[in-house]
């Protein structure tokens, strides 16, 4: 999802907040500082020096820290640093709101841009059911494991990390059952981590995806690649976040 397309719903769908008095705490011109400015400060009034790409038709509309004005807290993380090109997540907090946004940077002559920022959405309905589920005092089995699946869905990068650092072992159990096609076993798995479905993409050779859930060709999970793997690449197109969180296994978004 495009920039101008998601950020006013994004901030205007913010409750509460409080107000943070942060300097810019990177070295200035480096790509963590750039991301800060467009994520977190109050004014960005020179975007023309810092923009290419896509990015360029977005020179007139604030950028998200002066859409904030000052609300909440941003923390941002580096995905990877190249010599020309880069990627970083920004995690923005607002009240009990938080989502996560990814920019990817391009070094032109000697300077940081940003060419591409990106936001995992998917369609409201997904978000309506999860609400709706969640306010019901008892859900049959069924219901139970769709909702915890919507969730996980629907939840921020820190709580899909976790979810994968915290049972490990479950998605090695799940991996070693969908090689020994032990349908039993996977889907008894399957329900107790909240997730979608296992399967392999002849596109990326020696790489087993772990969906959580999506809707079209949005999708949201997991894929283990060992060391003779083709895995994919991330691409603000395609796959706009990849990062690995434990050896071998990697949480993903497409679009």
Excluded: C
């Amino acid at each position: 999802m495009k920039l101008k397309s998601f950020l006013f719903v994004f901030i205007f769908s913010l409750l509460a907040g409080f107000t943070f008095a942060q300097n810019n705490p990177y070295k200035n011109g480096s790509p963590e500082w750039l991301v800060y400015r467009f994520f977190a400060e109050k004014s960005f009034p020179d975007k023309a020096k810092y923009y290419t790409g896509e990015m360029v038709q977005d020179l007139k509309n604030p950028s998200i820290g002066e859409e904030l004005n000052g609300l909440g807290t941003v923390t941002i993380r580096r995905i990877y640093l190249e010599p020309i090109t880069a990627m970083y997540a920004a995690s923005i907090k607002v009240g009990n709101k938080a989502t996560d946004f990814y920019a990817y940077l391009l070094n032109v002559n000697g300077r940081w841009r940003i060419q591409f920022v990106r936001k995992f959405q998917l369609p409201m309905f997904i978000y309506q059911t999860a609400d709706s589920l969640s306010q019901l005092s008892q859900l049959p089995d069924s219901s139970a494991s769709l909702l915890k699946m919507l969730n996980l869905m629907i939840s921020t990068d820190e709580v899909i990390k976790n979810h994968l650092k915290e049972n490990t072992a479950s998605f090695n159990k799940l991996l070693t059952a969908f090689e020994d096609k032990d349908k039993e076993t996977m889907l008894n798995l399957l329900d107790e981590l909240g997730l979608n479905s296992v399967f392999k993409d002849r596109k990326y050779p020696g790489v087993t995806f772990v969906q959580i859930g999506g809707f079209d060709s949005i999708e949201v999970g997991y894929f283990f690649a060992g060391s003779n793997a083709s895995p994919p690449k991330i691409n603000p197109n395609e796959f706009i976040y990849i990062e690995e969180i434990v050896s071998g296994w990697y949480v993903y978004r497409r679009i």
